[in-house]
């Protein structure tokens, strides 16, 4: 009788173990065929662990164990490969995707294991909202009345949505509720700006009434906002509105502008957020970089964030008009051999760094055809540089020649990790730079094609 007792317990412990140890990680594995790099990472949202990152085997298959919990995931791939996953503690899931693209990977991403449901929300909530939209311009265009008419009966619909999954945990669903609502909010404060770029009316304003809705909204609620999701879209918006506000007035330059409205929001955390946002990104086009960094600082009160932008405007203070380029040296020539930069001496460079997965670069491509066709036979050479990955080359070659891209088609050697991107603090495509005969900047952040401000300078420059 004793023994069986001792075996009882030990059978007992040893399932105790078990499910303890099961609650203790996450089983993720799946196969992502036709990616354009082998290496992926997902990282826990909503909380302040980082990236982990994820190998795939040489035919897309990968295998690995998450210890962060139950929680959001974002699975990241390189040039804004993005799904959204929900996985639990002691659960085991697997994702298939193809990653030949942003679309398709978001297209065909399906997770399945432990209660999938909410990741299945995750996965088709945004082609869900598209699918019940509609065009987005043409719901934009819409005249105001039959635009809150339209958003208030797609709300419910989105809500609908979420309710048809019947599985989903608790806390999760709250959140999406409220996330749906957030989304809400932000879609009516957003209409201004969208009705006049695609009603093509540049004076439109909204009647006092319309954004009644956002009465009583608090914006500066930190816990919320660190979340990163639909409320920190709307903050944004709101105050981003206020710059513009003050922009209109012909109060300030529209840099500072929004150094001064961020500047004065109070909670610590969201100002320095927008500060920080604004910055990394205006400090690259404004005209007097030593007075804007200056006013930033006096904004500022995160160390780490002034240490990001300290060392930016140490960086683009090497890029100011005048000073010698970065060079890039023995870039793969799609018409055959190699190219460096050197090899255009006594000739202003126009310099497109794009990718084939970057739809905003596609989207310049007949402005740039239409200049180079322009400017042929002039003192200046059109070159494009890809930042594709190297397992994309092929992608790149078909994309120059099927869609007929002009100028000199280059590839860069390390894509996003190329000196030559790295120099010129390059974290968004596309970039255009235009260099002088000598090589010196011209301007490290040149107008695009489709700026007419472009041929503007080169009057200017007399090409």
Not at 413 to 439: M, T, V
Request: hydrophobic fraction near 35%; charge should be positive; glycine fraction near 6%.
């Amino acid at each position: 009788m004793k023994k069986i007792s001792i075996v009882l317990l030990f059978i007992l412990y040893i399932g105790t173990c078990k499910a303890n140890t099961n609650n203790d990680y996450i089983l993720f594995s799946g196969t992502i065929t036709e990616a354009r790099s082998n290496e992926f990472t997902i990282t826990k949202k909503y909380s302040n662990t980082g990236p982990q990152v994820i190998k795939l085997a040489e035919d897309g298959s990968f295998k690995d164990t998450l210890t962060t919990g139950t929680g959001y995931y974002s699975f990241r791939g390189f040039g804004g490969m993005n799904v959204y996953l929900y996985l639990t503690n002691g659960g085991t899931y697997n994702l298939t995707a193809n990653g030949s693209n942003v679309t398709k990977l978001r297209g065909t991403a399906k997770l399945t294991g432990t209660n999938p449901e909410p990741s299945t929300y995750l996965l088709t909530k945004i082609s869900n909202i598209i699918k019940e939209r509609g065009d987005y311009a043409a719901f934009n265009s819409l005249n105001e009345a039959d635009f809150l008419a339209k958003q208030k009966s797609l709300n419910e619909r989105y809500v609908s949505y979420l309710e048809s999954f019947q599985n989903l945990p608790k806390e999760f669903e709250e959140f999406e509720r409220e996330e749906l609502h957030y989304y809400h909010l932000f879609t009516l404060l957003n209409y201004e700006s969208s009705h006049r770029r695609y009603a093509k009316k540049p004076d439109f304003k909204v009647s006092k009434e319309f954004l009644k809705e956002l009465d009583g909204v608090d914006y500066l609620n930190e816990e919320r906002y660190k979340q990163r999701g639909s409320y920190t879209k709307l903050v944004d918006l709101h105050f981003k509105r206020k710059a513009n506000e003050y922009i209109e007035n012909g109060d300030e330059d529209k840099y500072f502008a929004k150094l001064k409205v961020f500047g004065a929001i109070q909670n610590d955390f969201i100002k320095n957020s927008l500060l920080m946002s604004a910055a990394n990104s205006d400090i690259s086009h404004v005209d007097h970089i030593d007075a804007y960094y200056k006013a930033y600082l006096s904004f500022s009160t995160s160390t780490r964030n002034n240490e990001r932008i300290t060392q930016k405007y140490k960086a683009l203070n090497k890029l100011s008009k005048g000073q010698p380029s970065p060079e890039f040296n023995n870039y793969v020539n799609h018409a055959g051999g190699t190219t460096s930069l050197s090899d255009f001496k006594g000739k202003y460079v126009y310099i497109d760094v794009w990718a084939t997965w970057c739809a905003p670069c596609l989207a310049e491509v007949p402005s740039l055809k239409k200049i180079e066709k322009q400017y042929h036979g002039k003192n200046i050479a059109f070159v494009s540089i890809s930042i594709d990955t190297e397992n994309a080359r092929d992608s790149w070659r078909k994309m120059v020649t099927e869609k007929e891209l002009s100028g000199i088609q280059l590839i860069a050697d390390k894509d996003w990790k190329s000196d030559f991107i790295n120099a010129y603090e390059i974290s968004g495509i596309p970039r255009f730079i235009l260099i002088d005969p000598q090589g010196n900047i011209v301007s490290a952040n040149a107008p695009r094609p489709s700026n007419s401000e472009l041929i503007k300078l080169f009057d200017k420059l007399k090409l």
